[in-house]
C-alpha cells in the first residue's frame, strides 16, 4: 500500500504554551485585559524554562491574542477590539447624540448577560459583583460613586455569563459604556433622591442574580437602563435644542 502516513514530531513546548494559554482564553479563564503571568511566574507554575514562555508570549502576541505593555507586563486583547472600538470611540465623540443609541445598546446586551448570569453565576461570582455594590455604597456617603466602579459592576455580571464571547464584545465598547455611565450619573446627581434610586436598582439585579431568577434579573436589569436610556434621550434633545 501506498505510504500515506508521516512520521510524528513532538510538539515544541513552547507551541505546548501556547496551546494552553489560548484554551484558557477561549473559555473564558483568562478575560480581555486580564494579566496573564509574568515570565517567570509562568516559568514556575508550567515547570518549563523562561525560553520556552518568552516563545510562546511571542507567538501570541503576533497571532493578537495578547499585548505586552511598557513596564507593565502581558495583558490578554479583546478578540474584537481592533475593528469596532475605534471607529466606534470616534463617531460618538463626534456626535454625542449617539450617547442614546449606545444606552439602548447596552440595554440589548446587558439584560440577556442579566438573564445569563443569574442561570450560571458561581458563589464567587455573586461575591465579585456585591464586592463591587459594596464600593458603589461606601462611595455614595460622600456624594456619588465613580463611574468606574458602576461598569465594573455590570461588566462583572456579564463575566458571570460564562459566555467568553459576550465578555469579548462588552469589552470591545466598554469604554463606550463608560461613556453612557459618567454623563449619566453627573445629570442624575444633580437630582436629589435619584443616588438613592440607583443604589436600589443595582441591588434588585443583584439579588435576582443571586436568586438564580433569570427572568427577574432580566427585568430588573431593563428597569434600570431604561432610565439610563430616558436620560440619554433628554441629553440628546437638549442638544438640538441649543443647535
Known sequence: MPNVFKP??????????????????????????????????????????????????????????????????????????????DPLTNMVESDPGLLHALAEVRMGLESWSAYLAASRATEADIAKIERHLNEMERQAVTGGWDAGVDAQFHYAITAATHNTLQLHVLNTIHSLFHTTIQV?????????????????????????????????????????????EEKMAEIQTKNQTVK
Open 8 to 85: 510524528i514530531k513532538p510538539k515544541k513546548i513552547s507551541d505546548e504554551i501556547v496551546t494552553q494559554i489560548k484554551n484558557l482564553i477561549s473559555q473564558g479563564e483568562l478575560t480581555p485585559g486580564e494579566r496573564i503571568p509574568s515570565e517567570r511566574e509562568l516559568s514556575s507554575i508550567l515547570g518549563v524554562s523562561r525560553p520556552s514562555v518568552r516563545e510562546a508570549i511571542m507567538v501570541l502576541e503576533a497571532m493578537g491574542l495578547v499585548e505586552a505593555r511598557q513596564g507593565g507586563g502581558t495583558f490578554v486583547r479583546s478578540l474584537t477590539e481592533t475593528t469596532i472600538a
Open 184 to 228: 449619566a450619573l453627573e445629570e442624575f446627581y444633580q437630582k436629589e433622591g435619584y443616588a438613592n434610586r440607583l443604589l436600589s436598582q443595582h441591588k434588585n439585579i443583584l439579588d435576582a442574580i443571586r436568586s438564580h431568577n433569570p427572568e427577574l434579573a432580566r427585568q430588573k436589569m431593563m428597569e434600570h437602563l431604561q432610565m439610563v
